[in-house]
């Protein structure tokens, strides 16, 4: 992948941009265009791919939430996990991290789905594969993007103190097994997707224990209500 493509953000770039430039990555930034020049719809679109991390600068994150790949409907993904856009409607495992945030804090449930303003506060919301093809979920796994969301969170966890990660389902936990439970704080419980939302995640109490945890540290809570959108 080359630099003048990809835009990392500052602070991001100086951590992790130099892995960005492995035969590895550049091989997936091959497959991506040509995937591209074929009538292959890919989402989000090239330039949000990165959006997490413009978002969610490496000094200002504090918690950091774990997805899979994003979605595959058109207009859904934006480059924040579980995350959609302003006016598409609210997918299922985002139904259910809104239910358990109103079960937990107390929180009327938004009507959208837009999670930027958790990420200006500091939340990470970071897909480990960070593309996909239009229908097909997981279109772009193993294709490199793991790698370099391994390495995102090994630098997260090494250079920095007093995160929260939270680990949703096998795939997220198994991705932060590299992670130091005495520097940081991991937070487990099955995905909140309707199949295994209800084996565990609703009920988790993930959102107040990432607050008490930060405010134990010394830092601010975060505001997990969203606002109407415009109101950002």
Known sequence: MTEERIKLEPTWKARVGDYLQREDMRELSVFLRQRSAQGTRIFPPGP?????????????????????????????????????RPGVPVPPS?????????RDLGIPRPAHGC???????????????MTVEEGRAGAHQGRGWEGFTDH???????ERED??????????????????????RVLKAPH?????????FIGCGHFSAANEYLVRRGGKPIDWSLPPVGAT
């Open 152 to 158: 995102v969170i090994e630098t997260l966890a090494r």
């Open 115 to 129: 999670l930027l303003p958790w990420a200006r506060q500091g939340v990470l919301l970071l897909n480990s594969v």
């Open 48 to 84: 949000e791919i990165f959006s997490a991390f413009e978002a969610t600068p490496f000094d200002a994150t504090r918690v950091v939430i774990l997805g899979q790949d994003p979605y595959h409907g058109a207009g859904q993904a934006h480059g924040l996990c579980f995350s959609v």
């Open 94 to 102: 985002l139904v259910n991290i809104h239910k358990e945030i109103e």
């Open 163 to 184: 995160l929260v990660f939270m680990l949703w389902g096998s795939y997220a936990q198994k991705k932060g097994a590299v992670i130091d439970r005495s520097r940081h």
């Open 192 to 200: 909140p997707s309707p199949l295994s939302a209800h084996r565990g």
